[in-house]
C-alpha cells in the first residue's frame, strides 16, 4: 500500500466526517506508524490479570517504546515460528 494507491472514502458520522480504511489498510498504516502493541491479558471477573502474562506484555510494551524514543524501527521479517527456533 502506498499513498499513490490509496483512495480513502470519506463518510460523516454524527457530524464528524471520518475515513473508511480496510481492515488490512488500516493494520499496515499502523505497522508503518510502528504504534502496534500487544494488549494486556484479559482481566477475570475481580479484575485481576495473570502476573507472568502480564509481565510479559508489560516488559514488551517497554522495549516497543524505548525502541521507537531510539528511532528503532521494526524488523520486517515475521518471527520464525516456535517450531523452527533451536535451543
Do not use: H
Not at 502476573?51 to 524488523?75: H, K, M, N, T
Not at 516456535?82 to 535451543?87: D, E, Q
Amino acid at each position: 500500500m502506498t499513498t499513490d494507491t490509496l483512495t480513502p472514502e470519506y463518510r460523516t458520522v454524527k457530524g464528524r466526517r471520518m475515513v473508511l480504511l480496510s481492515e488490512a489498510e488500516f493494520n499496515e498504516l499502523v505497522r508503518k506508524a510502528d504504534l502496534w502493541e500487544p494488549a494486556l491479558p484479559a482481566a477475570d471477573v475481580d479484575g485481576n490479570r495473570p502476573a507472568d502474562e502480564y509481565a510479559a506484555v508489560s516488559q514488551a510494551r517497554a522495549i516497543l517504546r524505548a525502541r521507537r524514543r531510539l528511532g528503532c524501527r521494526r524488523p520486517s521479517w515475521p518471527a520464525a515460528p516456535a517450531s523452527a527456533r533451536k535451543p
